[in-house]
């Protein structure tokens, strides 16, 4: 029987395949993004963020690597013990301001502070940071750059162009369906926006990076999972939605009281046939290769939506998953694509709103 480190697939440039018309496809994603980005621009007077523009919190915290981590474990940033700051930020996926009430996918992005090392971001290669975006779901919908321009142009339809009251009925009656269809055995295709998704604590979820990424001599995908104690109430827990702002209250009104945890793990791929790297919609099956811990998330008490803090984390700061070292290179086309889109979309936004764009270098720059 082959050990557990035979087992996994090594890392090479050919786990990698573009994809047909994939550039041209590319163009069409940032054209629309571009057009989406212009229309919130114009209905806000502000440019936001092409996705997940709506922030729910941001939080100063510290990234503890576990110590006696096994070889296929102890690579790239969690190759030793170490504790690392890190700047996290909440999110809900559109590109647009949206009451909470409009059910999307939340995310969790995390800005790991003091990671030596060239960063493959050509615009600021001696950056200290490495970033790690995840959503509250295995994979990414839309799983490759063909289906993530259609997501692209149909976000940009609902979010932009439909009335907030005619987007929030079409959440509600998309989760009624869902609701039925579930109880024959069936689950609606859920689209980039998460319109399907149920409304529960934004902290009790667990979060994944969805799509591939380099895990040193191998190839993984993370996921934090709430653990203390303060958290465990919170997992599955539904919450109302009538307040267009009740993550944030949630958010902010928890972390006032009491800290929380998170347990980063790694899945390592173990098959590049069951578990694709140019489809990130298909699950990798937890029962071939189980998510493994590989270091721990603290997050103190704090306020966590302070005007300064707000400005600084939703305007300032930016999140890309191509903010990383060599070690941790974002895998299949659907991170290709996003590596253009993200950037295009900061670069726009910061530009449009006069704010200073660079990495953090010391987790004093996020205020109070």
């Known amino acids: 029987m082959p050990s557990p480190r035979e087992q996994y697939v090594r890392y090479s440039d050919d786990v990698e395949v573009k994809q047909p018309d994939e550039d041209k496809l590319i163009h069409e994603t940032l054209d629309s993004v571009g057009r989406m980005g212009q229309r919130v621009f114009d209905k806000h007077r502000h440019a936001m963020r092409g996705a997940h523009a709506k922030g729910h919190g941001g939080l100063k915290g510290e990234l503890t690597i576990y110590d006696n981590l096994p070889t296929p474990l102890a690579q790239g940033l969690f190759r030793e013990p170490r504790t690392y700051p890190v700047m996290i930020r909440f999110s809900t996926s559109p590109g647009d301001i949206m009451p909470d009430g409009m059910s999307a996918f939340r995310g969790m992005a995390i800005k790991v502070i003091g990671v030596e090392g060239s960063k493959l971001f050509s615009s600021e290669p001696d950056a200290l940071t490495q ?213 295009a979309s900061s670069r726009y936004r910061h530009e449009m709103n006069q704010q200073p764009k660079g990495e953090p270098r010391s987790i004093e720059e996020m205020p109070d």
């Not at 979820?205 to 996921?223: H, Q, V």
């Open 131 to 343: 970033d790690f975006l995840m959503i509250n779901r295995p994979v990414f919908p839309s799983g490759n750059v063909a289906r993530y321009l259609n997501e692209q142009l149909l976000q940009e339809k609902v979010v932009v162009r439909a009335p907030e009251e005619a987007q929030q009925l079409l959440t509600t009656a998309l989760r009624t369906v869902n609701a039925v269809t579930k109880k024959v055995g069936i689950d609606l295709y859920p689209t980039a926006l998460g319109i399907t998704v149920p409304e529960t604590h934004i902290l009790g979820e667990t979060y994944y990076t969805t799509a591939a990424l380099r895990y040193g001599d191998y190839i993984a995908k993370i996921s934090a999972v709430p653990i203390s104690d303060s958290l465990q109430p919170l997992v599955g827990k539904t919450v109302e939605t009538n307040d267009s702002s009740v993550l944030r209250d949630l958010i902010v009104d928890f972390f006032r009281q009491q800290p929380a945890e998170y347990e980063l793990r790694a899945q390592l791929c173990t098959n590049l046939e069951t578990m694709p790297i140019e489809d990130a919609s298909i699950p990798w099956s937890e029962q071939e290769s189980p998510y493994q811990a590989i270091a721990k998330l603290t997050i103190p008490v704090q306020e966590a939506f302070s005007p300064a803090r707000r400005v600084y984390v939703d305007e300032v700061l930016s999140f890309n998953a191509w903010h990383c070292i060599a070690e941790h290179r974002p895998l299949g086309s659907i991170q290709r694509v996003r590596r253009q889109v993200y950037e």
